[in-house]
């Protein structure tokens, strides 16, 4: 038994790919501390925000891709 599961929740640095299948350039976001906050941004390149948690920036992402109403 190892502990990668568990851990891959607690990494500061997450990418994450959209199952959407929109096959456009959001094929990922990542989310990374900046300061005392977050930066969201995709991989598309056009999509960039500040978040104050790295909760509230994979939701950004999600909405951003589309996998959640806004
Ligand atoms: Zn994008």
Not at 12 to 36: K, R
Request: with cysteine.
């Amino acid at each position: 038994m190892d502990n990668e599961e568990s851990g891959l929740n607690e990494k500061p640095l997450e990418f994450f790919t959209s199952m959407s299948g929109t096959g456009g350039y959001c094929d990922g976001q990542a989310v990374i501390p900046d300061g005392d906050h977050y930066r969201a941004y995709c991989l598309c390149g056009h999509w960039e925000v500040e978040a104050p948690t790295q909760k509230e920036g994979l939701r950004l992402c999600r909405v951003h891709t589309g996998s959640v109403p806004a």
